[in-house]
């Protein structure tokens, strides 16, 4: 029986790094059995025990690994405002950064939030607002934090995008939140090989222009493109580039055919289209159009489908997501709540991309009770690799009070988050409640998932 590829490639890796057994009395393959069990959020720790663990635990292949043995585990990674400073949190977390964050608590320790004096919380409240990456682990339900770059701030609306293959996290854009401009910032945060103990931060080259609310997509395995959204004047753009995050260059890309501020970008593995959904032009502000564009890396070129966008005062960004259903055929979902989800029926409808490839196009996807607000975020889990439907939806909303009847737990604040579980004898999804911790209520402005 020929041993799977990954396999092959750990054991050269291992050959290659001439040291004792992975787990001393244990067969290496025994070991890595052991190793890709543990859970993620000790792998910091794991990396520490010795040279060759961080080796092997830094490597792709280790992740592939714990794909292939089902042991992979979901995270949904979200941009989300920082708690007020009063705040104190008491749920189950960890930091992959800092133990003495005081804006986090641990399991371990519970810590509490210390009183602040009235000056530092008089400082606070006229402070710039604050944004952190939030971390979900879906798998065992933990909630994180990681710390943005030392002495760097994370962008207000920034756009939050994951590149499966490298496990991989872009921050790209969004506002400087002290002056409010529109700012070209690319932040990384590599989750698989990182040369110390902890994930760290990376400052990635700039965008040629500055822009916020603008749509982007990963296309390739280290492929990102961007379009649209607005420069410092408030101007709708219709630019465009392209990233490669393993050479860290940027490239300009044709003009799209129309101006599209507040647009949404959609991408699938596998395809090499990228996808610009509706949006507004600098003199329709707030008028979204109906169609959508697509680049062809192929091709370089764009092209363009009218009426798909059916909302013209409702923005597409963050209440739109994606899945592959199969080789050919791949899904674009959208998610609204109030008015707008009783207004307009679920449908689907079949977009003949080119010869070999279909969008079907899924609308109107009823959402968990309790969400009132018309826009919550959305994003889908996808089980990197398979076919056939195999994903969940993750869905979450601000606002909202503490301690909703509607909600299961009683306890959250805010409208909640929700992952699809199933789905029931009627066709439609079946939500099951996460339980959030107050530190993690914000609205996330933008999210993203892979898996680790």
């Excluded at 602040?116 to 682990?137: F, G, V």
């Excluded at 994370?154 to 939140?177: E, H, N, T, V, Y």
């Excluded at 994606?322 to 449908?347: A, H, I, M, N, P």
Aim: proline share 6%; net charge negative; aromatic share 8%.
């Amino acid at each position: 029986m020929e041993e799977p590829k990954t396999s092959v490639k750990l054991k050269k890796a291992l050959q290659d790094d001439q040291r004792q057994q992975l787990i001393p009395g244990l067969p290496d393959e025994i070991a890595m059995e052991c190793l890709v069990r543990v859970p993620y959020q000790f792998h910091s720790n794991m990396k520490s025990v010795c040279h060759t663990w961080q080796r092997l635990i830094s490597h792709p292949s280790f992740y592939q690994q714990r794909l292939q043995s089902g042991t992979a585990e979901h995270l949904v990674c979200l941009v989300q405002p920082l708690p007020p400073r009063n705040h104190s949190t008491t749920s189950t977390t960890t930091d992959d950064d800092d133990d003495d964050d005081p804006l986090i608590s641990s399991s371990s320790n519970n810590k509490i939030l210390k009183n602040e004096d009235k000056q530092e919380e008089q400082e606070h409240i006229h402070s710039p607002p604050q944004y952190a990456l939030s971390t979900y682990n879906a798998t065992h339900n933990i909630w994180q934090r990681t710390r943005p770059p030392e002495g760097s701030r994370i962008p207000m609306f920034c756009q939050c995008l994951a590149l499966p293959s490298s496990g991989k996290l872009l921050l790209l854009g969004g506002w400087d939140p002290i002056t409010l401009e529109p700012v070209p910032h690319v932040y990384i945060l590599d989750l698989i090989e990182t040369t110390g103990a902890a994930c760290k931060w990376r400052r990635g080259a700039s965008m040629s222009v500055p822009r916020s609310f603008f749509a982007c997509g990963v296309v390739g395995p280290s492929t990102v493109c961007v379009a649209g959204g607005h420069d410092s004047q408030k101007n709708a753009l219709r630019s465009a580039e392209v990233y490669d995050v393993e050479t860290d260059q940027w490239e300009m890309l044709p003009d799209m055919i129309e101006e599209r501020d507040e647009c949404q970008g959609l991408s699938w593995e596998g395809d090499s289209k990228f996808w610009v959904v509706s949006g507004y032009g600098t003199e329709s502000q707030g008028q979204f159009r109906s169609d959508v564009e697509f680049y062809d890396r192929h091709t370089g070129c764009w092209s363009k489908i009218d009426g798909v966008w059916p909302f013209s005062t409702t923005s597409p960004r963050v209440v739109t997501t994606t899945v592959c259903v199969s080789r050919d055929k791949y899904q674009w979902s959208w998610f609204l709540g109030g008015e707008q989800q009783s207004q307009q029926q679920q449908s689907r409808e079949v977009v003949k991309v080119s010869d070999n490839i279909r969008l079907e196009i899924v609308s109107s996807i009823p959402l968990p009770n309790c969400i009132t607000g018309t826009t919550p975020c959305v994003t889908a889990l996808d089980y990197v690799g398979q076919e056939g439907g195999n994903h969940r939806l993750f869905v979450m909303s601000g606002g909202g009070g503490r301690g909703s009847s509607t909600l299961a737990c009683g306890e959250c604040e805010g409208e909640g988050a929700f992952l699809s579980d199933g789905y029931s004898n009627n066709g439609t999804i079946k939500w099951r409640h996460i339980h959030t911790p107050v530190g993690f209520s914000g609205f996330p402005y933008s999210a993203s998932s892979l898996v680790i």
